[in-house]
């Protein structure tokens, strides 16, 4: 069974240039989450989807990122403009529910905004 | 309030060696989850091990358990016979089920090396 997909594994951009990540679950998972790891800490969800609908955002920088998961499969993460402290492990985590299943992460994106 | 504790930035231990990672936390939700994941410096989270709030028995997978003591809110991992491949941060996670929506919230992590 294939794991969670992400790309791109590596990007570096200049403060206020927009990037965007994808992430492809695994096949059959109904939810799927978005977390953003800074250096030395651990993982922080960012938005968490439960097919197409959001079932959480509340740590989402809204005035800057966005996400969406149109036809309730894979998904995309975006930040515009990115700040230097954006700079971190986006990680795409699937499971089969919200609830009582366990979370399988994909390698994550690591992003340096210079 | 810290919900998930890990106290050990760091964590070294003879291969061949048993290790105890601990971890403490914090919830008033009756149900509730715990896992352990595994984090290489390739960057991929990996799941190693969960503990049902309700379960009676600790859980174990393979050279893994969780030394699960309910009263004390700690979910410490012992890791039996250490191999070099075990170097990596592990990560202890709890998702209330009733509370915050069912969201893992995870520790600090603990960095482990293994020595030859």
Redesign the interface.
């Known amino acids: 069974e294939a794991g969670v997909a992400q790309s791109p594994r590596y990007k570096i951009i200049e403060k206020r240039q927009s990037v965007a990540f994808w992430c492809n679950p695994i096949s059959g998972h109904a939810t799927l989450y978005w977390y953003q790891q800074i250096l030395g800490q651990g993982p922080k969800l960012l938005i968490q989807f439960q097919n197409n609908g959001v079932v959480d955002d509340s740590q989402l920088p809204k005035d800057r990122f966005s996400a969406e998961r149109l036809k309730g499969v894979d998904s995309t993460l975006k930040i515009q403009p990115a700040k230097l402290e954006d700079s971190a492990v986006y990680l795409c985590a699937s499971s089969l529910e919200v609830r009582e299943e366990t979370q399988y992460f994909g390698p994550g994106t690591r992003l340096l905004v210079l | 309030a810290q919900k ?1 504790t890990q106290t050990q930035p760091g964590m070294f231990v003879q291969e061949k060696e048993a290790v105890t990672l601990d971890c403490t936390y914090d919830t008033s939700d009756p149900s509730y ?1 715990l ?1 352990w ?1 595994k984090q290489p410096s ?6 190693l091990i ?1 503990q049902g709030s309700y379960d009676q028995q600790n859980a174990t997978e393979g050279r893994y358990s969780l030394n699960f003591q309910k009263a004390r809110k700690s979910a410490n991992l012992v890791i039996s016979a250490s191999q070099l491949g075990d170097s990596a941060m592990y ?1 202890c ?1 709890m ?1 209330e ?1 009733y509370n915050q ?4 919230i ?4 603990t960095e482990l090396s293994v020595k030859p």
């Open positions: 998930i989850g896992f994941y390739s960057g991929e989270m990996i799941f969960y990560f996670a998702r089920l929506g069912g969201k893992l995870f520790g600090q992590g």
